[in-house]
């Protein structure tokens, strides 16, 4: 369970990105934020991982008040929480496998990294996750040769071998043609059914988040204008 409780976000050049936010998200759930470019749907993201700190009210993930993690604390709790960008942030030029193997041990030596010495647990844990994904076939190839989506999914798969409870994903599809867009989502659609992982993503095609999306959120400057069914919303969020 997420818990936001009256929270704002100010950034250091007094933009208000976020105000009274108050939602509470349940494990589980599929959620899709809408809303126009500079609402604030990103900064409501980010601060689930604390990739920024709120300014006011708190942060509750599964009881754990967020804002009190300190250094390794922090480091540990985005352990549980997957994130996934619109730009795939993958290694482009090392192969599928090793992307994945590579953030799975984020401890290891550069010297082990090239030489491409892992364990065979981690080797299953990459390989299962995928073939979660569909990409199993695409192991050994270079990032670089993939398509968008390929590479979407690559990212995934990344972020599924860490076992995560939590997937945030920024505008995951944003930069993929629609028939792709589809099979990314289909991907997010299995994750959340299949294995019971939250996935909270912001979309700003509103027609693929209101048929994917148990739950809607629309953000207009900074604040919350519509919580609900994706059947419910109206023209106006
Ligand atoms: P969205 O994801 O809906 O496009 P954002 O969360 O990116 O919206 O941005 C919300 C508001 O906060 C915008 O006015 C944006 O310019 C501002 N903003 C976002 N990131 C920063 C930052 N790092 N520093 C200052 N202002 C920011
Ligand atoms: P997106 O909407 O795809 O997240 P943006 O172009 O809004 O991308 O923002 C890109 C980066 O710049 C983000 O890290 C965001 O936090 C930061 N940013 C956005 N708006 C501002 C701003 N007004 N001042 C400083 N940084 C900003």
């Known amino acids: 369970m997420i818990e936001f409780k009256n929270v704002e976000k100010k950034y250091p050049n007094n933009v208000k990105a976020l105000e009274d936010i108050n939602i509470q998200i349940p494990k589980g759930e599929f959620v899709a934020v809408i809303g126009l470019s500079g609402a604030g749907k990103s900064t409501l993201i980010r601060c689930i991982n604390r990739m920024h700190d709120i ?44 992307n994945v193997l590579v953030s799975l041990v984020p401890e290891l030596s550069a010297w082990r990294k090239v030489t491409g010495i892992f364990s065979r647990e981690h080797k299953i844990k990459a390989l299962t996750a ?24 690559v990212a995934l798969a990344r972020t599924l071998a ?4 939590i997937i945030l994903a920024d505008e995951p599809i944003a930069s993929l043609d629609p028939v792709t867009s589809k099979q990314v989502m289909n991907d997010f659609k299995r994750i959340n059914e299949e294995m019971g992982i939250t996935v909270i993503m912001n979309i700003h095609h509103v027609e693929i988040a209101l048929e994917y999306a148990h739950r809607i959120l629309g953000v207009r400057d900074g604040r919350i204008v519509y919580d609900g069914s994706a059947k419910d919303v109206t023209e106006e969020v």
């Open 55 to 98: 300014t006011r009210g708190k942060l509750i993930v599964d009881g754990i008040d967020i804002g009190k993690l300190r250094g390794y604390e922090i480091r540990k709790f985005r352990q549980r929480i997957g994130m996934i960008f619109q730009s795939f942030n993958l290694v482009t030029r090392i192969s599928v496998l090793k």
């Open 130 to 153: 995928l073939e979660q994904v569909g990409i199993l076939d695409k192991a050994f190839v270079r990032v670089d040769q993939l398509s968008g989506g390929q590479q979407q999914r």
């Open 162 to 165: 860490q076992n995560p409870e």
